[in-house]
Nanobody, 124 residues
Framework: QVHLVESGGGSEQAGGSLRLSCLASERTFSSYAMGWFRQAPGKEREFVAAIRWSASDTYYADSVKGRFTISRDNAKNTVYLQMNTLKPEDTAIYYC?????????????????WGQGTQVTVSS
């Protein structure tokens, strides 16, 4: 069982930046791909970004490409999401997630372990 805990959410104005962190409990974290998803009120949960265990490959949703950066520190069992040039439409609860594999994927169905989420609110 992998436990994931997000932190770093908050309120920011449009154009600002936030950095989310996700701490994993499991020592085998370093062998998993990791992903970030978000869910806005009244909308389905959507893929944001993913990173391979080696950090050699990353994958982004078109809506955040060029603005968000996913990274990881396997020594700290932590994955990060640096969010720059924030927009009001980025407002959502952000979740980190882990599939039980090293596969890099944007499919929500491939992710088994989820954090509790952290709220990000961007005002115009």
């Amino acid at each position: 069982q992998v436990h994931l805990v997000e932190s770093g959410g908050g309120s920011e104005q449009a154009g600002g930046s936030l950095r989310l962190s996700c701490l994993a409990s499991e020592r085998t974290f370093s062998s998993y791909a990791m992903g970030w998803f978000r869910q806005a009120p009244g909308k389905e949960r959507e893929f944001v970004a993913a990173i391979r265990w080696s950090a050699s490959d990353t994958y982004y949703a078109d809506s955040v490409k060029g603005r968000f950066t996913i990274s990881r520190d396997n020594a700290k069992n932590t994955v990060y999401l640096q969010m720059n040039t924030l927009k009001p439409e980025d407002t959502a609860i952000y979740y980190c997630a882990a599939p039980p594999s090293s596969v890099l994927t944007s499919s929500i169905y491939e992710y088994r372990y989820w954090g509790q989420g952290t709220q990000v609110t961007v005002s115009s």
